[in-house]
């Protein structure tokens, strides 16, 4: 059983940053591969970066690649999700989850945290 927590969202004008973050609780952190999704409103819910358990494989959906950096702190129990160059379009609910593999579908994901909202102002 894992437990998340995010944290760090707000609102932010375009072209600046935002850094959120998920706190997980239990020990076997590092066995779980991490992903961050988001929801916009009157939307599905959407990948949007993940990471492997030891950090060594990242992937990211192709409209935040260059912008948005995934990364995690097996130590801390934390994964973090660096946001750049953010855009109106990026306004969304961000969800950190934690699956068992790397590279499996939203269905593959067995444990979410609640959200956090961050606003990206024109």
């Known amino acids: 059983q894992v437990q998340l927590e995010e944290s760090g969202g707000g609102l932010v004008q375009a072209g600046g940053s935002l850094r959120v973050s998920c706190a997980a609780s239990?020990?076997?952190?590092?066995?779980?591969?991490m992903g961050w999704f988001r929801q916009a409103p009157g939307k599905e819910r959407e990948f949007v970066a993940a990471i492997s358990g030891n950090g060594g494989s990242t992937n990211y959906r192709d409209s935040v690649k260059g912008r948005f950096t995934i990364s995690r702190d097996n130590a801390k129990n934390t994964v973090t999700l660096q946001m750049n160059s953010l855009k109106p379009d990026d306004t969304a609910v961000y969800y950190c989850?934690?699956?068992?593999?790397?590279?499996?579908?939203?269905?593959?994901?067995?444990?979410w945290g609640q959200g956090t909202q961050v606003t990206v102002s024109s």
């Open positions: 239990g020990r076997t952190f590092r066995r779980y591969a």
């Open positions: 989850a934690a699956a068992w593999a790397t590279n499996v579908p939203i269905a593959g994901y067995d444990y």
